[in-house]
């Protein structure tokens, strides 16, 4: 047995949590914030056999997509004057840890 832990932006979450659940998939969703952009992201906890791994791990792919986003950033000017500009960086997508699992109990 695998435990998935996914780390999926907020705007993908419900897609991939809505497919999994309909491929049969039981998934505990944590809502949890980056650190870079510290915008909103989805953790969710899958545990699943070994033969179904590939499966939930096809579905995060195809339904976490990554996508550019102009931010604003700002740099020193001198004197404690800062200016403002945009930066395009890259948001979105997913990351996902596999671990094994070596027991599994559910009360």
Not at 30 to 36: D, K, R, S, V, Y
Not at 43 to 53: Q, S
Not at 60 to 85: D, H, L, T, W
Request: net charge negative; proline share 2%; glycine share 12%.
């Amino acid at each position: 047995m695998k435990l998935i832990l996914a780390i999926i932006n907020h705007d993908d979450a419900h897609g991939v949590i809505q497919h999994l659940t309909q491929g049969g998939y039981h998934v505990t969703k944590l809502a949890t914030t980056g650190g870079f952009l510290q915008v909103g992201n989805v953790t969710i906890l899958i545990g699943v056999d070994n033969d179904r791994l590939e499966g939930a791990m096809e579905i995060i792919g195809k339904f976490s997509n990554s996508r550019r986003q102009v931010i604003p950033a700002a740099a020193e000017m001198g004197m404690g004057m800062y200016s403002s500009f945009p930066v395009e960086v890259t948001v979105g997508g997913a990351t996902a840890f596999v671990m094994d699992v070596e027991q599994f109990q559910k009360f």
